[in-house]
């Protein structure tokens, strides 16, 4: 299986930060990387698919970038909606595995 | 827009069968671009995911997780446009929170969430 790690497990920051999630992979997975937010209570929601294409509706201040094995995603600027748990996501081969998730608190 | 309804017990006791349905809307299980995944999500297993069926070239096909093959199932059923989940022999390690997905790569579309807590 292809394990997915993601760093920081946790991060407290203000509002209007900019925030850098990263997302490591077992081994190559090319482009296959998806990010996911995740509020309580709720499904996780399609953010970014193909390691970088920004999924349609989801504001641009969301950018992800890599491939390979090292991929992070990038909030420009913080807003008070953007405070929840975020996953990482290979879909290059079964089974399909998340990241342990990342955890965005307001400081 | 594609839309997917989950239905099921919310309550399984343990050695039972797990089985919950997915209804879609605005596409079909049949497609030959989609998957139709099921995920689970619990405190101590985080996101993880069970599987998927997907039709090709006139065929079904469907692909486990290692930790579940001896004991899942994932159907399409084309005259109602949906897909099921079964998983035999549950225990309270099964308890958690399931999804269904749509998406052979990022999963743009899921269902609402369903409950299932293994207990007598």
């Known amino acids: 299986d292809i394990q997915m790690t993601q760093s920081p497990s946790s991060l407290s920051a203000s509002v209007g930060d900019r925030v850098t999630i990263t997302c490591r992979a077992s081994?190559?997975?090319?482009?296959?990387l998806n990010w996911y937010q995740q509020k309580p209570g709720k499904a996780p929601k399609l953010l970014i698919y193909?390691?970088?294409s920004l999924q349609s509706g989801v504001p641009s201040s969301f950018s992800g970038s890599g491939s390979g094995t090292d991929f992070t995603l990038t909030i420009s600027s913080l807003q008070p909606e953007d405070f929840a748990t975020y996953y990482c996501?290979?879909?290059?081969?079964?089974?399909?595995?998340f990241g342990q998730g990342t955890r965005l608190e307001i400081k | 827009q594609v839309h997917l309804q989950q239905s099921g017990p919310g309550l399984v006791k343990p050695s039972q069968t797990l089985s919950l349905t997915c209804a879609i809307s605005?596409?079909?299980?049949?497609?030959?671009?989609?998957?139709w995944n099921w995920i689970r999500q619990s405190p101590s297993r985080g996101l993880e995911w069970l599987g998927r069926?997907?039709?090709?070239?006139?065929?079904?096909?469907?692909d486990y997780a290692v930790s579940v093959n001896s004991r899942i199932t994932i159907n399409a059923d084309t005259s109602k446009n949906q897909f099921s989940l079964q998983l035999n022999s549950v225990t309270p390690e099964d308890t958690a929170v399931y999804y269904c997905?749509?998406?052979?790569?990022?999963?743009?579309?899921w269902g609402q969430g369903t409950t299932v807590t293994v207990s007598s």
């Open positions: 997905t749509s998406g052979p790569g990022g999963m743009d579309v």
């Open positions: 069926t997907y039709y090709r070239s006139s065929k079904w096909y469907n």
């Open positions: 081994q190559t997975i090319s482009s296959y």
């Open positions: 605005g596409d079909s299980v049949s497609s030959n671009s989609g998957a």
């Open positions: 193909a390691a970088s």
């Open positions: 996501q290979q879909t290059y081969s079964t089974p399909i595995t």
